[in-house]
Every structure is written in C-alpha cells, then in structure tokens.
C-alpha cells in the first residue's frame, strides 16, 4: 500500500492529511506533492496531518523551498523520536490539533515569543 493525501484549503490553510504507508521510494514525494499543491492554492500556511501514516521515512525540506509558507506538522506524541529535524520560525511539530492550529492563524510575531 501506497500513501494518499487528502486536501482542503481553507482561508489561506491547506490541510493535507497524509495515509497509507511511507516508503523509501516515496520518501521525498510526500512533501513534494504537498509543496505542489500549496503553491498551486498560494496557500501561506500549511497543515500536515502525518497521524494516519505508517513508518517515518522521509524529508519535509520540500516545503521549506516555499517562499513565505508556515507549516505545521500535526502527529502523535508517540512519534516523536521521528522528529529530529530542528523546529525552525516557519516549521513547527506538534501533537495537538488546537496547538497546531493557533500556532498557523496566529501573527508571526507572537509565534516567535511562545514556544510550540
């Protein structure tokens, strides 16, 4: 089995929610085709739901390709040795629906003083 993405877009947020099962094949597709689709919509924020995905293989660099886009990365907290990748002002890890989301609408400026 292969993954899937399923989009909407939203007041300027995609949300991309990500099943099936990463592969070393399809590694750097995922963020790929999600870094596609939010340039297709000028999305400037980005939500990646992983919490439906089997195994941690893989890069999010692809995204970060995208000039100002915010992205956060929604996944279980049990999954979070897979996150070794530094947190960075415009990329953010999260394990809560309702973080992730006040973490996007929120002005820059006051995600750069609260921590994730």
């Not at 999954?79 to 947190?87: G, K, Q, T």
Request: with cysteine.
């Amino acid at each position: 089995m292969s993954y899937r993405i399923r989009y909407a877009h939203q007041d300027g947020t995609l949300s991309a929610v990500v099943s099936g099962k990463s592969t070393p094949a399809a590694a750097g597709c995922i963020a790929r085709d999600i870094a596609a689709q939010a340039a297709r919509v000028s999305a400037g924020r980005v939500l990646v739901d992983l919490r439906w995905l089997e195994d941690r293989v893989g890069t999010l660099r692809a995204l970060l390709g995208l000039p100002q886009l915010r992205v956060a990365v929604l996944d279980i907290g049990e999954n979070d040795p897979y996150y070794v990748f530094s947190e960075r002002e415009e990329l953010r890890y999260f394990d809560s629906l309702k973080a992730a989301l006040r973490w996007l609408r929120a002005p820059l400026e006051m995600n750069l003083r609260q921590p994730a």
